[in-house]
Nanobody
Framework: QVQLVESGGGLVQAGGSLRLSCAASGRTFSNYAMGWFRQAPGKEREFVAAISRGGGTTFYENSVKVRFTISRDNAKNTVYLQMNRLKPEDTAVYYC?????????????????WGQGTQVTVSS
C-alpha cells in the first residue's frame, strides 16, 4: 500500500501561483511514477501532469504545459506541482496518484493509489 497526502491548495486570484505537495509513505517512493489529476464540479477527473520514477520524464496536459511544473524529490518521498499564472478554469480538486507502471501515465486507470485531494480555487 502507498498512502498519499496532498497539501498546498487554497484560494488565489487569477494570475497567482500555488505549489501543491504530495507526501507518500508505505512503499519505496522511487518505484512509482506519479501523476496529478483534477476534478472540477460537474466534470470528470482529468489528467494534469505526470513524472517518471526518476524524474527524468514529464508529461503535461496541453492547457497547463507552459504554466505548471511537476517535480519530485525521492529523498523526501514527495511530488510537487508548481502552478503559475492560474486561471479560474484551473479551479478544481487536485489529486495525486501513484503507479508502478511506466506507460500510460496520462490515464486514470493506470494509477493504483490516490490521495484524498486538495481544493484549488482561482478567483477572477
Amino acid at each position: 500500500q502507498v498512502q498519499l497526502v496532498e497539501s498546498g491548495g487554497g484560494l488565489v486570484q487569477a494570475g497567482g501561483s500555488l505549489r501543491l505537495s504530495c507526501a507518500a509513505s508505505g512503499r519505496t517512493f522511487s518505484n512509482y511514477a506519479m501523476g496529478w489529476f483534477r476534478q472540477a464540479p460537474g466534470k470528470e477527473r482529468e489528467f494534469v501532469a505526470a513524472i517518471s520514477r526518476g524524474g527524468g520524464t514529464t508529461f503535461y496536459e496541453n492547457s497547463v504545459k507552459v504554466r505548471f511544473t511537476i517535480s519530485r524529490d525521492n529523498a523526501k518521498n514527495t511530488v510537487y506541482l508548481q502552478m503559475n499564472r492560474l486561471k479560474p478554469e484551473d479551479t478544481a480538486v487536485y489529486y495525486c496518484a501513484a503507479t508502478a507502471d511506466v506507460l500510460g501515465l496520462k490515464l486514470i486507470r493506470t494509477y493504483d493509489y490516490w490521495g484524498q485531494g486538495t481544493q484549488v480555487t482561482v478567483s477572477s
